[in-house]
């Protein structure tokens, strides 16, 4: 088994985590511009990223990552793709640090990767990153939409982090 990062693989599961990544998947899959995927391995076994701390030696799983329309099902299926994605998202579970998604993103600029969103559910955010340190926060109490002006995509907030007029929350 290849090597990722450390609980990488503890680190999912919650509630918001889930249910936030389902709802950008949902809102991003719409755009007819990119085939989006969940947790798709991204091969680096070519870098070295322990400059950035982190300590994956093969692969990284960005929690969302959109590529160009034309990648699709591929006749011969792939574990990991050398070919990096457009944009890659990363959703902050209750186990992990910002520091943590922050050497991830910075790894991502490296590979060639455009842009990348450090989404948090618990306060309702999103970074929208440009490059590494240079980014825009959008969140619920300010904003109505998530915009990435390098990939030009406008997300209604709302729809990320705000309920269904028919969703209760019978969870304790």
């Given at each position: 088994m290849?090597?990722?990062?450390?609980?990488e693989?503890?680190?999912?599961?919650?509630?918001?985590?889930?249910?936030?990544?389902?709802?950008?998947?949902?809102?991003l899959?719409n755009d007819?511009?990119?085939?989006?995927?969940?947790?798709?391995?991204?091969?680096?076994?070519?870098?070295?990223f322990s400059q950035?701390?982190?300590?994956?030696?093969?692969?990284?799983?960005?929690?969302?990552?959109?590529?160009?329309?034309?990648?699709g099902l591929?006749?011969?299926?792939?574990?990991?793709?050398?070919?990096m994605?457009?944009l890659?998202?990363?959703?902050?579970?209750p186990?992990?640090?910002?520091?943590?998604?922050?050497?991830k993103?910075?790894a991502?600029?490296?590979?060639?990767?455009?842009?990348c969103w450090l989404?948090?559910?618990?306060?309702?955010?999103?970074s929208?990153?440009?490059k590494?340190?240079?980014?825009k926060?959008?969140?619920?109490q300010?904003?109505?939409?998530?915009?990435?002006?390098?990939?030009?995509i406008?997300l209604?907030?709302?729809?990320?982090?705000g309920?269904?007029?028919?969703?209760v929350?019978?969870?304790?």
């Amino acid at each position: 088994m290849s090597e990722l990062f450390e609980d990488e693989v503890s680190d999912m599961g919650s509630v918001n985590h889930s249910l936030t990544q389902a709802k950008i998947t949902g809102l991003l899959v719409n755009d007819e511009r990119f085939s989006v995927m969940t947790e798709l391995s991204l091969d680096i076994s070519q870098y070295d990223f322990s400059q950035h701390g982190i300590k994956a030696k093969d692969e990284v799983k960005p929690d969302i990552c959109a590529y160009p329309s034309e990648v699709g099902l591929l006749e011969s299926d792939r574990v990991k793709m050398t070919e990096m994605p457009l944009l890659a998202v990363e959703i902050l579970s209750p186990s992990q640090g910002t520091k943590e998604l922050k050497d991830k993103i910075h790894a991502y600029f490296d590979l060639g990767v455009k842009s990348c969103w450090l989404v948090i559910p618990d306060v309702q955010l999103i970074s929208v990153y440009t490059k590494p340190g240079q980014f825009k926060n959008f969140d619920v109490q300010h904003d109505t939409e998530v915009i990435d002006e390098v990939m030009d995509i406008h997300l209604p907030i709302a729809k990320i982090f705000g309920k269904r007029s028919n969703e209760v929350n019978t969870l304790g």
